[in-house]
């Protein structure tokens, strides 16, 4: 579950002096909720920050993490609002952990009582800490297979892909579930060949990325070409894999791959995207050539659906 709110004021978009806030707060299992902030912190955002922290308190969850992280600026009412959540929660037995970066620490440390903030490197770290030091981390990512921050992951990970090809995070759509993991972005444009039918790039868990087109009674896609064996290739990968075949190059497989025989596929895939929920940076996986496909008939699509 999670539940956003962005903010912006001034003029025009290329205006770099228009202010804006960004909040996201995410439920991770039953006993932390994570609020991410962004932008700058001042008069104008500091009272929806207070307001979405409050929120949090309500919610009665144990441990309360707000990640500083992205924050560029932040200001006196910003480093209040952070305090006053911290004040509550020991009040109410119940623990604030606070990621920030240098310019935020250094800002808290001018204004904040000296140990009035538990400060972590990231939100790792702050998890792994709400949940208990001794918990151990799982290789490919945190030990529990809590779908919230595998989801989370997914969308980072659909996102960055979506800004390598120019397209805006309102047009990507992404879901974790118990059984299967699927992603969306629609695509400008359209494939050589199929001048009426718009595009889209689509994910799921057991077969990796896919390239088709839509139909016009709304169905399945018709797939045009499926990335290959690594379901997770880098961002980079991926889009040279969409301008290839938008400049109709036989790139990729004419069928899916066979699913992983191994037991633990869907494990190790959840774990790789729960790694990347809590990356400080843009997930970054290793890069893979984009397969060629040596003999492709490009009038010849399949129906296929996203999993």
Known sequence: MSHEIVVGSGGSESESSAQYARFRRIRHGRNIEICEVSGELDLLTAPLLSRELAAAAERRVPHLVIDMSGVEFCAVAGVEAVLHACRRAQAEERRVLVVGNRQVRRIMGLVAPVNAVSWYDSVCDAVQAANGAGREVAAGGLASMDLDSAQRGLRRYVE???????????????????????????????????????????????????????????????????????????????????????????????????????????????????????????PRLHDVEVPEQPDVRTSALRPEGVG
Not at 184 to 213: F, M, Q
Not at 244 to 257: I, T, Y
């Open 160 to 282: 960055a892909v979506a800004a390598g090809l120019g397209v805006e995070a309102a047009s990507t759509w992404s879901d974790v579930d118990d059984v299967t993991a699927t992603a969306y972005i629609a695509l400008d444009g359209r494939l050589p060949g199929l001048p009426e039918r718009e595009v889209a790039l689509v994910w799921d868990g057991r077969t990796g990325w896919a390239l088709g087109a839509e139909t016009h009674s709304g169905e399945d896609l018709l797939i045009r070409a499926w990335f290959g064996t690594e379901p997770l290739p880098d961002p980079s990968a991926v889009v040279r894999f969409v301008e290839a075949l938008r400049a109709g190059k036989s790139v990729g497989l004419d069928r899916p791959a066979e699913p992983s025989a191994n037991p633990h596929a869907a494990r190790i895939i959840r774990a790789r995207l729960q790694a990347g929920a809590w990356a400080r940076s843009e």
